[in-house]
T-cell receptor
Framework: AQSVAQPEDQVNVAEGNPLTVKCTYSVSGNPYLFWYVQYPNRGLQFLLKYITGDNLVKGSYGFEAEFNKSQTSFHLKKPSALVSDSALYFCAVRDRGSYQKVTFGTGTKLQVIP | DGGITQSPKYLFRKEGQNVTLSCEQNLNHDAMYWYRQDPGQGLRLIYYSQIVNDFQKGDIAEGYSVSREKKESFPLTVTSAQKNPTAFYLC???????????????FGPGTRLTVT
C-alpha cells in the first residue's frame, strides 16, 4: 500500500523568507510524486511532479521540490515566500504499478506573514 | 479549475434523502475520480473510473454510488446510507497513464454538501 505523510499541519513564514513544506512517502516501488495547492473553497491545482531524472523539480509560481530517495522525502520549497502563497498544500504519491490511483497527504496550511 | 465543472457549488439536503452531485469534463480524459475532503483528513478517494462503463471503489465507497455512461460525465450519488455525508466533494480527471502528464489530476471547484 502507498501512503504519504505531511508532518506539519501548519507552517508559518515571514514574507521574503524561504519556505519548506515537508512530505515523506511510502510505496512498494519507484514513485511518482506530486504537489498540489488549494485556495479556500476551491479545487486543487497541480504545482509540480517528480517522475524520473533530476532530483530537483521546478514547478509553477517559483516553487520547487527535492526528491530524496534515501530519506523517502519530497519537500516543497520556495526561495522567497509571498503573502499570496498562503494556502493549503497537498503532497501526493502514485506507485508506478498502480494504474492512476493517487494517494494524498492530509495537507499543510502555509501562512505567509506580511 | 481547468475544464471540469461541478454543480451545484453548495447543496443542502435533509437527512434520509439521496442526492446526486454533477461532474463534467471537456478535457477528453479517460480517468475520473471522486474525493471527499474533511478538515484535517486531506482527500479520501470515494470512487474512480478508468474508462466508460467501468468504475472501482476507492477507500471510502460505502454509502456512495456512481455511474460512467459517458466519457465526459461521472455523477456521484450520496445515499441515505452514508452516515456522515456533510463534506466538501471534489471531482478530478486525468489523462492516459502512458502520457507525459500521467498522474496529474485536474480538479473541479468542488461541491459543499450539508445534510441536516
Amino acid at each position: 500500500a502507498q501512503s504519504v505523510a505531511q508532518p506539519e499541519d501548519q507552517v508559518n513564514v515571514a514574507e521574503g523568507n524561504p519556505l519548506t513544506v515537508k512530505c515523506t512517502y511510502s510505496v512498494s516501488g519507484n514513485p511518482y510524486l506530486f504537489w498540489y495547492v488549494q485556495y479556500p473553497n476551491r479545487g486543487l491545482q497541480f504545482l509540480l511532479k517528480y517522475i524520473t531524472g533530476d532530483n530537483l523539480v521546478k514547478g509553477s509560481y517559483g516553487f520547487e521540490a527535492e526528491f530524496n530517495k534515501s530519506q523517502t522525502s519530497f519537500h516543497l520549497k520556495k526561495p522567497s515566500a509571498l503573502v499570496s502563497d498562503s494556502a493549503l498544500y497537498f503532497c501526493a504519491v502514485r506507485d508506478r504499478g498502480s494504474y492512476q490511483k493517487v494517494t494524498f497527504g492530509t495537507g499543510t496550511k502555509l501562512q505567509v506573514i506580511p | 479549475d481547468g475544464g471540469i465543472t461541478q454543480s451545484p457549488k453548495y447543496l443542502f439536503r435533509k437527512e434520509g434523502q439521496n442526492v446526486t452531485l454533477s461532474c463534467e469534463q471537456n478535457l477528453n480524459h479517460d480517468a475520473m475520480y471522486w474525493y471527499r475532503q474533511d478538515p484535517g483528513q486531506g482527500l479520501r478517494l470515494i470512487y474512480y473510473s478508468q474508462i466508460v462503463n467501468d468504475f472501482q471503489k476507492g477507500d471510502i465507497a460505502e454509502g456512495y454510488s456512481v455511474s460512467r455512461e459517458k466519457k465526459e460525465s461521472f455523477p456521484l450519488t450520496v445515499t441515505s446510507a452514508q452516515k456522515n455525508p456533510t463534506a466538501f466533494y471534489l471531482c478530478a480527471s486525468s489523462g492516459k497513464a502512458t502520457s507525459g502528464r500521467a498522474g496529474e489530476q485536474y480538479f473541479g471547484p468542488g461541491t459543499r454538501l450539508t445534510v441536516t
